[in-house]
């Protein structure tokens, strides 16, 4: 089941795109991007420090998402900042479990493997704000 805000070509593209890239084994180091949304930079994503995901409207989430390497951790903490509410988690369209503002993924549940991360929250208002990150523990 895919989530409102992603259809599933948009998805499906996204992976598409990136099955080249992972297959040749190379390390990828370049940051996050999203539509109107600060990069993140992979580098300083190691033992387990938070990656901060910022909010933007669903239709403006990029679906040139580069994969954000967790070094040397063995669990990766997703944070969302800002005054939201109701939030939504997905691991690969799959809904889980969690509604606060953090969601905690364990490498050894998930293996090395690319995964797809993505959260809609809900302002004051009830408009929906989403963000997304393709991660993968090294």
């Not at 895919?2 to 080249?20: D, E, I, W, Y």
Request: glycine letters at 8%; one cysteine or more.
């Amino acid at each position: 089941m895919f989530p409102f805000f992603l259809k599933k070509t948009r998805f499906k593209a996204l992976f598409t795109g990136l099955v080249p890239v992972l297959l040749t084994g190379l390390t990828i180091s370049t940051a996050l991007i999203f539509t109107g949304c600060p990069p993140v930079d992979p580098g300083t994503q190691t033992g387990g420090e938070n990656i901060a995901i910022t909010l933007v409207d669903p239709d403006a989430l990029s679906i040139d998402i580069i994969p954000s390497p967790v070094r040397e951790a063995s669990q990766v903490t997703f944070t969302v900042t800002g005054d939201y509410h109701d939030y939504q988690w997905f691991l690969d369209s799959e809904k889980l479990n969690e509604t606060s503002a953090s969601l905690i993924l364990n490498k050894n549940v998930l293996g090395t493997d690319p995964h797809h991360i993505t959260v809609t929250a809900f302002d004051a208002g009830g408009t929906p704000y989403s963000g997304a990150v393709l991660f993968q523990f090294n």
